[in-house]
């Protein structure tokens, strides 16, 4: 595709559910990055997928998140047994190499947890 | 700790000139970006400094000093469609963007 896609768009969920985000990033870039956006606050930095190597977890919040992804395809955030402060825009971004490379983002999921 | 500092939110009018600046303390440094983001919008790239000076794109530049840790972003002949948040971004020495919270741009007619 032309851009970064995210899937669902918006998602309502109760407190304890768990939740399954997903990206698509832009094709032929090999680093993909996950965000949370709170309302009205700057990006925080989750995870980052580089190629075949290792993701940098240090980002994640705690063990409720989690990432995958597949080669340098699709990638799934899960936040499991999710809470009212999981609330947030959930920002997924790829670039063409990692190394700070320009990054590219996605139109986010609105995760609301009622 | 890394630090990335931008005013919280700032007005203009309509065709005038406004500047935007970021100060930053972070762990080495690889470059500076500014990204726009539109109220409900996911960010979209403006630009991106490495070296001192000024960096001219249209209506929009931007200027960096690394010796002060700072930089700039200069929005002339203001558009109503300039109000966003104004978004920066310092690669550190891990290649890791620290990112600002963020100026809320306001243009008023």
């Known amino acids: 595709g032309a851009g970064v896609s995210q899937s669902p768009s918006n998602k309502v969920t109760e407190k304890g559910k768990d939740v399954e985000l997903r990206c698509d990033p832009i094709?032929?870039?090999?680093?993909l990055y996950w965000y949370r956006q709170r309302l009205g606050q700057g990006l925080e930095f989750l995870i980052y997928?580089?190629?075949?190597?290792?993701?940098?977890k240090s980002g994640l919040p705690s063990d409720r998140f989690s990432a995958e992804r597949t080669g340098e395809s699709v990638s799934t955030l899960t936040i499991q047994r999710t809470q009212q402060e999981d609330s947030a825009v959930y920002l997924c971004?790829?670039?063409?190499?990692?190394?700070?490379?320009?990054?590219?983002f996605g139109p986010g999921t609105r995760l609301t947890v009622l | 700790g890394q630090n990335i500092d931008q005013p919280t939110e700032m007005t203009a009018t309509e065709g005038a000139i406004v500047q935007i600046n970021c100060t930053y303390q972070?762990?080495?440094?690889?470059?500076l970006f500014w990204y726009q983001q539109h109220a409900g919008e996911a960010p979209t790239f403006l630009s991106y400094?490495?070296l001192d000076g000024l960096e001219e794109k249209g209506r929009f530049s931007s200027f960096l000093s690394r010796s002060k840790g700072y930089s700039y972003l200069l929005l002339k002949e203001l558009q109503m469609k300039d109000s966003a948040s104004y978004l920066c971004?310092?690669?550190?020495?891990?290649?890791?963007?620290?990112w600002g919270a963020g100026t809320k741009l306001i243009i008023k007619p």
């Open positions: 971004a310092v690669k550190d020495s891990n290649y890791q963007l620290i």
């Open positions: 400094n490495v």
């Open positions: 094709s032929g870039h090999t680093a």
């Open positions: 972070t762990s080495g440094f690889n470059g």
């Open positions: 997928f580089q190629g075949n190597s290792a993701p940098d």
């Open positions: 971004a790829s670039s063409l190499d990692g190394a700070g490379d320009t990054q590219y």
